[in-house]
């Protein structure tokens, strides 16, 4: 296709730039705003030859993105020394390692909220915009790409945007997106969507062209998901909450198309909802924030009808399917800004079945997503806790156990709280599911040690509760052995010992 019919501003072709040309904007300190959230649509050539110069010459910027990025992008930008902050979501390896080490100040936020605190000036404006592109219209507005995530406002509050055009990322996407911005306070008026498929903004970015300071056109691919097919183990987490969700039909709580739904990222919400494919639910909707492989799959089976998001991330082979046959699909989804697709707001008026993961959860309910062993982040909050806190029912699954057993997702305290106790509604393992509406601390422990916690813990499960529980309190602890399992791993690679 033609560069033109993708920069319909005839000024504006002028400010075509090699990638080179456009990263020289970027100044050492600067903050930088980058699109891409979920390894989807993410600038691909501007950090690339950002990266090349911070490998030259003294370059330190702090990076605001969406979520996480694809092409090793995070990677590449760690290995140069080009970070000196990083926000609000990462899943790097290398990224991960360098925050580890203490080299890269990783800011871990809710994913609705990095935004709002710019626009209120609660942290440093972000300097300049980079933003993946299908095209840039005659007025200067920009059609994103696989995701908004941050995008809209950082083009918004940005001085300078850099736009990539991006040839691979077919025309089609036009028309997808759904930019609706707050106003500003005190003159804030409700955010008017009202259900899943409620369109209630532009279908491009609107930033004035004068704004676009360079514009760079590139080729490559979002990177694919990294998700893998769902197990034995995912699908009898799977089952568990398909029959939960049938007893809340049953109990007339829910009608079988349910409530919208949400899932988290990763393998096993992903597997989580790929089970819905074979439930008696139907005509369901989704108003998630990545909206991964299972939302095709849901869509294939005839189950779901519509699906919001901010991103879409997909495996090889679903997105050749999709993007083979995109009209079949393109009027039944809707990319939101992350801060909109996750607005507390929202997610209270719809009433949103929400699915993250933990790491790890205690006998209580708290549940870490984050930190291994209490100090070593893994990937951020993202948005689960967005949703976990605002939603009609916040369930939580992980597996019982990780890494070959010698580790138990159930523990007596977590290492790290991400989601307090006042936030989980229902817990799931293989194993079961505790269901802990309602119920006392003194209730959900022996609940989530018969239901969820793995046979090998099981008894060491309830000698630290019945222990606890001689001791007395509300929410019985023996505190100097409450991260006595973790202790235990780390000294000698096992929590059994
Ligand atoms: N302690 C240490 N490691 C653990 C663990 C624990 N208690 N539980 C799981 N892990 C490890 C697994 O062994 C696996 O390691 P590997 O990559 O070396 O194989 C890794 O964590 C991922 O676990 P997996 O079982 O494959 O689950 P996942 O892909 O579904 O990811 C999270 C799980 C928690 C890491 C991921 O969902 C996440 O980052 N969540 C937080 C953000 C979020 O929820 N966003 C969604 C909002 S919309």
Redesign the pocket.
Known sequence: MAIHERIRNHALRDRVVTAEAAAALIQDGMVVGMSGFTRAGEAKAVPLALAARARAEPLKITLMTGASLGNDIDRLLTEAGALARRMPFQ?DAGLRRAINAGEVMFIDQH?SETVEQLRSRQIAPVDIAVVEAVAILPDGGIVPTTSVGNSASFAILAEKVIVEINLSQPMWLEGLHDIYIPQRRPARMPIPVVSTDSRVGLPYIPIPAEKIAAIVVTQNADSSST??PPDAETAAIAGHLTELLKHEVRQGRLDETLAPL????????NAVMHGLIDSPFHDLRMY???LQDSTFELFDAGKLGFASGASMTLSAPCQQRVMADFGRYKNRLILRPQEISNHPEVIRRLGIIAV?????FDLYGNVN??H??GTRM???????GD?ARNAWLSVFV??SV??AGA?S?VVPFVSHVDHTEHDVDILVTEQGLADLRGLAPRERAPLIIANCVHPDYRDMARDYLDRATARGGHTPHLIEEALGWHQRLEATGSMRG
């Open positions: 899943s994913l998700v893998l949400q899932a988290g990222i990763g393998t096993i919400a998630s924030e990545v993250n993961t933990a790491l790890e997503s984050t291994v062993a893994m990937n951020g909050i993202g948005g689960s949703f992980t597996k990780a890494k580790i997702s």
